[in-house]
């Protein structure tokens, strides 16, 4: 069967705060996010994400999914952490990590995209996320 | 149909057993396997230090239990992570910790019951260290 997939992303600057993620690089509003019609599953969340590494301190972080495209209530996956030992230091890159999964949804209904810095500070971390819907 | 449970805590001593218990903006969870679910099907776990001690090298342990968990407590290895001295200069290097992803865990669980997760680094301590944990119900 055919997949669909959306995608949102959006830069954290503060710790444990719920980020959402509303843009799409040069879309700076795509509006929202709406589970595809005829789409009967989350089959998979791919995640990135990229810190700046501008505070000496070491955080992990995570992202939620909410709102009424999900009858079954909110999710929340880990994306990785990152950490440095001096503000002036540090240079990586990473792939995106995709988690499958089997997720009821609820088409034509919107999800919210959450991204939060857990742990310490570690400065400004820009977050992607694709969801992959079943058809 | 899976449904996921993230929690996420510090570690700031070696081979010291640390509930993860809150999630990030929210303080304390619910660790109440949701109804219907039988076993957790994958674990995603991440950890990252701000390596501000010397000559740090530890391996992290994750271990699941609580009343949900069938068969007693379940403890995985789940990554490792090491620093020579401490780095004050600009190339300093960073801690990025891709999460480690278990795709095939098959923990038989009790659903409506509640699970412990909890974590250690087990070694020489390399500073304070961040961690987030996932499962993933089924």
């Known amino acids: 069967m055919p997949k669909q997939y959306r995608t949102r992303e959006g830069t954290i600057t503060a710790v444990s705060t719920k980020t959402q993620l509303s843009t799409l690089g040069s879309e700076t509003a795509p509006g929202p996010l709406l589970v595809p019609a005829n789409a009967k599953t989350l089959k998979a969340v791919i995640s990135a994400f990229g810190c700046d590494l ?77 969801l992959e819907f079943g058809m | 149909m899976s449904r996921t449970l993230t929690v996420v805590g510090d570690i700031n001593a070696v081979d010291t057993r640390t509930l993860l218990t809150a999630q990030g903006s929210v303080s304390t969870p619910s660790l109440v396997v949701p109804a219907g679910m039988k076993k957790i099907i994958k674990v995603i776990a991440t950890a990252a230090a701000d390596a501000l001690a010397d000559d740090g090298s530890v391996i992290f342990i994750l271990r699941l239990g609580g009343s949900a968990v069938l068969g007693g407590e379940q403890v995985i290895v789940f990554g490792g992570l090491g620093n020579q001295t401490v780095q004050t200069g600009s190339d300093a290097a960073p801690s990025i910790g891709i999460p480690f992803q278990l795709d095939d865990v098959d923990i038989d669980i009790s659903p409506s019951d509640t699970v412990s997760i909890s974590a250690e680094a087990a070694g020489v301590d390399p500073g304070d260290t961040a961690l987030a944990v996932t499962l993933v119900f089924a």
């Open chain 1, 54 to 130: 501008s505070v000496a301190a070491d955080g992990a972080y995570i992202i939620r999914l909410e709102g009424s495209g999900l009858p079954e209530g909110p999710e929340t996956l880990t994306i990785g952490s990152s950490g440095v030992p001096v503000a002036t230091g540090g240079v990586y890159a990473m792939k995106a990590n995709r988690v499958e999964l089997d997720i009821p949804v609820t088409p034509s209904n919107e999800i919210l995209i959450f991204a939060e810095n857990t742990g310490e500070d570690t400065g400004s971390t820009t977050v992607g996320v694709t």
